[in-house]
């Protein structure tokens, strides 16, 4: 079992181009979520998904779209880079049942 | 607004003694608090947990104690050892299901 798979590990984009950050799991859980860790702040929720079919703004989504057609896949859109979007993206899953989030290795980003 | 705070930065510990986290939180809607630990280049990884109707969770050499009238919460770890050198973040979660994270104490134990 892979568990929570997140592609590319690393990535340069220019300013105003766009890019799909991928996230997708083979724990079979219904929750989904979208974090950035910026130095020093911590993780920041950007989206989350309680199932396929089904998203919900989390505290930092300006910037970011998502869509969830299924249950293994949760992708993360960018559509015009920002120099301020320069971040570590995890992206994590969670069974319903289950207090605790499992988490990907995170994309690295890097916008000039 | 920041719902989860933790006010310490770093902290440095020597091994084997006792290595208590704090964490605070505004926020008292949030029904559970989970500790995660995170080395460089990973992914952050579950360490344990709490419901807000308790106040311990023991597992292992780490302890949670939940103050809700404080709206309080601390990690210890006894004893201390080298691989527990690590970012340390408290995390609450929501009746909607949104998990939100505090910014982070680096802990370093100290030969």
């Known amino acids: 079992n892979a568990g929570v798979t997140q592609t590319p590990k690393f990535r340069i984009l220019k300013i105003g181009q766009s890019m799909t950050l991928q996230c997708t799991q083979d724990m079979n859980h219904n929750y989904m979520y979208w974090y950035r860790q910026d130095p020093g702040m911590g993780l920041k929720l950007i989206y989350y998904?309680?199932?396929?079919?089904?998203?919900d703004k989390g505290e930092v989504p300006n910037g970011y779209n998502v869509s969830r057609s299924t249950t293994e896949d949760f992708p993360l859109r960018l559509e015009l880079a920002a120099p301020s979007q320069t971040s570590v993206y995890f992206c994590?899953?969670?069974?319903?049942?289950?207090?605790?989030?499992?988490f990907g290795q995170g994309t690295r980003l890097t916008v000039v | 607004d920041q719902q989860v705070k933790q006010n310490s930065p770093s902290l440095s510990v020597q091994e084997g003694r006792i290595s208590i986290l704090n964490c605070d939180y505004t926020?008292?809607?949030?029904?559970?608090f989970l500790w995660y630990k995170k080395y460089p280049a990973e992914g952050p990884t579950f360490l344990i947990s709490?419901?807000?109707?308790?106040d311990k969770n023991e597992d292992g050499r780490f302890t949670v104690f939940l103050n809700k009238s404080a709206k309080h919460l601390s990690l210890h770890i006894v004893p201390s050892q080298p691989g527990d050198s690590a970012v340390y973040f408290c995390?609450?979660?929501?009746?909607?299901?949104?998990?939100?994270f505090g910014k982070g104490t680096r802990l370093h134990i100290l030969p």
């Open positions: 926020n008292s809607m949030f029904d559970y």
């Open positions: 709490i419901s807000s109707i308790k």
């Open positions: 995390a609450a979660s929501l009746r909607d299901d949104k998990i939100i």
């Open positions: 998904s309680v199932g396929a079919g089904i998203t």
């Open positions: 994590a899953v969670r069974d319903v049942a289950r207090t605790e989030a499992f």
